[in-house]
């Protein structure tokens, strides 16, 4: 296994045993909680501090003036103990402790510099009206309602089959009061940040279950029906199939949705226009998949494009083992794993150069708004602007 977790490289096996001559080759890993893996803690936070003592106990003492967790040495081998420091407190404390630039937001260095990020500032993972979502997402609420509720994801489903408008200008200031070391909104007023039950209250995703990852087992495990389901080799091979058809290496969101939905049209646009329904895509292959497999395949539609949104617009073959899961009736912990990709994503913009154009990266956008909606609903008005005099003190 190397240093990304990746153990080898395989063709998807076809019905039989063997394993295809031709198409694209699946890095394969294995789920966390199977790695065993010793880290070393040389990189320690900043309120920890290490310790060489014998054997021994560690004590808890929350009214410590120095150290809330204390190592108790005893007679035997030396270990590495790590205690937790002093937390400060202290009215001036930030002149002893200096804090680096990284924990201040975007929005501090660009006031410092007089700098600003100009108006090529674009951002994907909205969710935006595309042909055949709304069609295919009401055929799946109807066909599979009790097995959505059961998994606990039917109104995060039901929230993403229209688009959602939002101004430009809010999540701009969102992004500059950003603090990426605390993962918290720096306001005039104190901090604040997104929550779990944020996402959950209004996102619709779920907290609890089986914790959400994405990898993709060897063709050996993929076999072993005790396992994984069957579903997930199923969703492999169309998807190797898909790539040697189109001449990719990946399957795109549009051409994922092509093959999977085979019912009309309906909707031409989310408004009330005189938009035209674009001429119906014929599929490429044959619609051969079981009735589980229809809604993982459309649950891999909804993560990818919906939850955990990529630039690149693509179906991540990682995605299939959590979606089949979902497809099963089990509740798996979305929630979390939205949340830190919402900070890992933000910090990206507020760690950036100042003066530059932020990076390309795409965000589970409505589950931005979900933790948003509450910080900024009062900052809004009805002409879509933003009065940052709102926001924070300049």
């Not at 035209?276 to 292959?285: D, G, N, S």
């Amino acid at each position: 296994m190397n240093p990304h977790g990746e153990l080898c490289t395989e063709r998807v096996p076809g019905k039989g045993e063997r394993v295809a001559k031709n198409g694209r080759e699946y890095k394969r890993s294995l789920p966390l909680s199977s790695i065993k893996l010793t880290m070393s803690l040389e990189s320690r936070p900043t309120w920890a501090t290490r310790a060489s003592v014998r054997s021994g106990i560690l004590r808890f003492d929350p009214h410590a003036e120095d150290e809330v967790i204390k190592s108790c040495p005893s007679y035997g081998n030396v270990f590495q103990a790590y205690t937790l420091e002093k937390v400060n407190n202290a009215e001036h404390g930030d002149d002893k402790m200096l804090v680096g630039m990284n924990f201040y937001p975007a929005l501090h260095r660009m006031l410092q510099s007089k700098q600003e990020w100009g108006h090529d500032f674009k951002f994907r993972g909205r969710s935006i009206f595309g042909f055949g979502v709304l069609e295919w997402t009401e055929t799946i609420l109807e066909t599979f309602k009790d097995t959505l509720y059961k998994a606990g994801i039917y109104g995060a489903v039901a929230v993403s089959r229209y688009p959602y408008e939002s101004s430009k200008n809010v999540w701009r200031a969102f992004c500059e009061l950003w603090g990426p070391l605390s993962n918290t909104l720096h306001f005039a007023d104190g901090e604040m940040s997104i929550s779990l039950s944020d996402l959950q209250a209004i996102g619709g995703l779920p907290i609890s279950g089986v914790p959400y990852e994405e990898f993709l087992p060897t063709n050996k495990d993929l076999r072993n029906k005790d396992l994984y389901p069957p579903t997930v080799l199923e969703l492999l091979q169309i998807h190797s199939a898909l790539c040697i058809e189109y001449g990719y290496d990946a399957i795109y969101w549009d051409q994922w949705l092509t093959h999977f939905f085979r019912g009309e049209l309906i909707y031409a646009s989310p408004g009330e226009g005189k938009a035209v329904l674009p001429k119906p895509r014929t599929p490429r292959l044959p619609l051969r998949i079981s009735e589980e497999g229809k809604l993982a395949a459309f649950l891999v539609f909804w993560l990818c494009r919906f939850v955990l949104p990529a630039w690149d617009k693509t179906i991540r073959p990682e995605a299939f083992h959590m979606a089949c899961l979902m497809a099963k009736g089990v509740k798996v912990s979305i929630a979390p794993t939205t949340l830190g990709y919402i900070y890992h994503r933000l910090g990206e913009i507020a760690s950036y150069p100042v003066g530059d154009v932020p990076p390309k990266c795409a965000y589970p956008y409505i589950m931005y708004l979900a933790g948003s909606g509450n910080i900024f609903h009062s900052c809004v008005n009805d002409e879509r602007t933003v009065s940052f005099q709102q926001i924070i003190r300049v």
